[in-house]
């Protein structure tokens, strides 16, 4: 079965500094796969997308970014976080329907989350 | 720019069905809806989808108008643990999740 896992769960960190969010996914191969943050109260933004490994496509300009260094892994990072990036964010993984076997529903699967302060 | 409007928030008695609305006046017509809901610190949970036809599966069950201009979710006999806030979405393709895009959403409160 496929399983994703986002880590850390919770993180306070002061603006200014780094930011390094990780996601993996078991079970599959070539997913589509993404990342989503969503503001106290709101609803889900979806901040990346990629394809492929090294193919990444940004929805919204901010100063983050997104990384697909294997098949099944996905990073988001910050060189400088201010205070407007505290939030849940959200990674979530998608079939092809060829990949998905059984009856297609197009959905997608969705990590824990991690929800960082910044201070 | 929002595709669906739905309520704010609702309240459901223990057992009882919810029904929840989502208008989506200007659908087009291989447009798809979607629902999903998300519990309290997790992420969304996908509940079900329908193109034209109403739908029906363990959790739920979704009816579009004839028009396609709006759905209702129903949770037939609901639980505390269905307090969520519960999200319709339209988008263009099944195939495609780079249109997935999630609005406030109802929050379903299940009262016992």
């Known amino acids: 079965s496929q399983t994703i896992h986002q880590w850390p769960a919770t993180l306070v960190q002061p603006v200014g500094s780094p930011l390094s969010l990780e996601c993996t996914v078991e079970?599959?191969?070539?997913?589509?796969l993404y990342w989503y943050r969503q503001a106290a109260g709101r609803g889900l933004q979806l901040l990346f997308y990629?394809?492929?490994?090294?193919?990444i496509s940004s929805e919204v300009p901010q100063n983050l970014s997104a990384s697909r260094p294997q098949d099944r892994q996905f990073i988001l990072s910050s060189k400088k976080l201010l205070l407007s990036d505290s939030g849940f964010y959200l990674c979530?993984?998608?079939?092809?329907?060829?990949?998905?076997?059984?009856?297609?529903?197009?959905?997608?699967?969705f990590g824990e989350g991690s929800r960082l302060t910044v201070l | 720019d929002a595709k669906t409007t739905q309520p704010t928030s609702m309240d459901c008695a223990e057992g009882r069905a919810a029904n929840l609305p989502c208008n989506h006046s200007t659908i087009s017509g291989n447009e798809y809806v979607y629902w999903y809901r998300q519990i309290h610190s997790q992420g969304p949970q996908y509940i079900i989808h329908g193109l034209k036809n109403n739908e029906t599966n363990e959790m739920a069950s979704l009816i579009i108008t004839e028009d396609r201009k709006s759905s209702t979710l129903i949770l037939p006999h609901a639980t505390l643990r269905d307090t969520a806030v519960y999200y319709c979405i339209v988008r263009a393709s099944m195939y495609n999740n780079n249109d997935m895009r999630f609005g406030a959403g109802t929050r379903l409160t299940v009262k016992p």
């Open positions: 079970g599959t191969s070539n997913p589509n």
């Open positions: 979530a993984w998608a079939t092809l329907p060829g990949l998905a076997g059984g009856w297609y529903t197009g959905e997608l699967f």
């Open positions: 990629s394809v492929g490994i090294g193919q």
